[in-house]
């Protein structure tokens, strides 16, 4: 292995579509990351060329216009990404939760009418199930959706939605008054088109502003106000209200696999750069990475990249079998979040005080990778998935 983050068993057609992102990440993406990052600007151009290259369709049947590539090719490409600027595949993730989302359960008029303009990236998408009193508890939405006649009508706000005012086509989790005993039944997903932009971009609907973050710029994050938006019933993901919770998990299994590959990707570069600064900085005469104490250093943070790296193959090669992947995405998150953040802390320590000056590419890192540990669920819901499960594999009774 002459470099991290390999792997085996790959197509002929899978390792050409890596190269040519990967030349696409140092080529295009790499020189301006930084200076897009500090602007907060969002990368136009950068979004363009992906959807001219056929990344907004990847895994989008080829029925409908995609690529019909698999999981783990997406989270393939999602590191290299990652590895130029972690903003870009956020651009991404939210877009294929939502492709995911119609493919896997939308009616069939629901997919062919979004899924060829999802492909192309004509439609982008974003989906949202946080509010601002709630992230991980979902069964405690509040937001609802009445049915009036035969529209429903939502209220409410929703919160920490990526994308939000860029995209065009939302999935939104919300409350719906069904009756069932337990809260979880009675959420239903909606998919709705609306303008990109800010302010009311349609009647009842209003995106406010981007919510000024640390890190994770050049990415619109934004609340979302309901106030008396009406919404045909054939908008119901699905068709079938009620069964929103079920979908949108499904739908993060294949989000967590994406953060996990994006803090994979992270991790790589802060190596990387790690790695290239130790080789270059001297102090007492010879090479800091001659060092035993840096040396040792950069032989744990390569370590970590791979061993994360192999979790994240493990998980979206699960999901591709047809198996359900919540115990595989849930470690794979945990650990390549952690393991990122600490990662990129070592290679913040072998740049010395450089780390801390704005313009250095750590710099921008070490603000990024804190992100990884929230997105998609914390690091404590994790846990609490994985201990589930792996309870109820090793079962006492």
Not at 142 to 161: E, F, P
Not at 166 to 185: C, D, I
Not at 250 to 261: C, F, Q, T
Not at 353 to 366: N, T
Request: aromatic share 8%; proline share 4%; with cysteine.
């Amino acid at each position: 292995m002459t470099r991290l983050c390999d792997t085996a068993d790959l197509s002929d057609v899978q390792r050409e579509m890596l190269r040519t992102v990967r030349t696409f990440v140092d080529s295009e993406i790499l020189p301006v990351a930084t200076e897009l990052e500090a602007a907060d600007e969002y990368p136009t151009e950068i979004v363009a060329t992906m959807k001219a290259m056929g990344i907004f369709g990847l895994m989008i049947p080829e029925e409908f216009g995609g690529l019909g590539e698999s999981l783990l090719t997406y989270a393939l490409v999602v590191e290299e990404l990652s590895r130029g600027w972690m903003s870009v595949s956020g651009i991404v993730n939210t877009h294929f939760i939502v492709a995911h989302l119609i493919g896997q359960h939308g009616t069939p008029e629901q997919q062919a009418r979004y899924l060829p303009r999802l492909a192309t990236g004509e439609l982008t998408g974003a989906f949202s199930m946080s509010e601002p009193a709630l992230g991980s508890d979902v069964a405690a939405i509040t937001t609802t959706a009445t049915l009036d006649g035969d529209q429903y009508v939502i209220n409410g706000q929703k919160m920490w939605l990526t994308n939000g005012g860029t995209s065009s086509l939302v999935a939104v989790l919300v409350r719906t008054p069904l009756g069932h005993k337990s809260p979880h039944q009675n959420l239903t997903t909606f998919l709705i088109e609306k303008t990109p932009g800010f302010g009311e971009v349609a009647p009842g609907l209003t995106i406010p502003g981007k919510i000024d973050k640390m890190g994770y710029k050049g990415i619109d994050t934004t609340e979302m106000l309901f106030d008396g938006f009406r919404i045909s019933a054939d908008e119901v993901l699905g068709g079938e209200p009620g069964r929103g919770f079920y979908q949108m998990m499904d739908g993060v299994e294949v989000g967590r696999v994406n953060v996990a590959a994006r803090a994979v990707g992270v991790a790589h570069r802060a190596f990387e750069l790690g790695a290239a600064y130790a080789q270059t900085r001297e102090t007492f005469g010879k090479p800091i990475a001659s060092h035993q104490a840096v040396l040792f250093r950069l032989a744990e943070m390569g370590t970590k990249v791979e061993a994360a790296h192999q979790m994240v193959v493990r998980a979206a090669r699960v999901k591709d079998a047809g198996s359900r992947n919540d115990l595989e995405a849930g470690m794979a998150k945990y650990l390549a979040s952690e393991y990122c953040h600490e990662v990129v802390e070592d290679a913040f320590r072998i740049h010395g005080g450089y780390g801390f000056a704005k313009g250095f590419e750590i710099e921008r890192l070490y603000r990024e990778a804190p992100m990884l540990l929230i997105g998609e669920g914390t690091a404590d819901i994790q846990r609490m998935i994985i201990g589930r499960r792996l309870l109820e594999n090793y079962s006492a009774q």
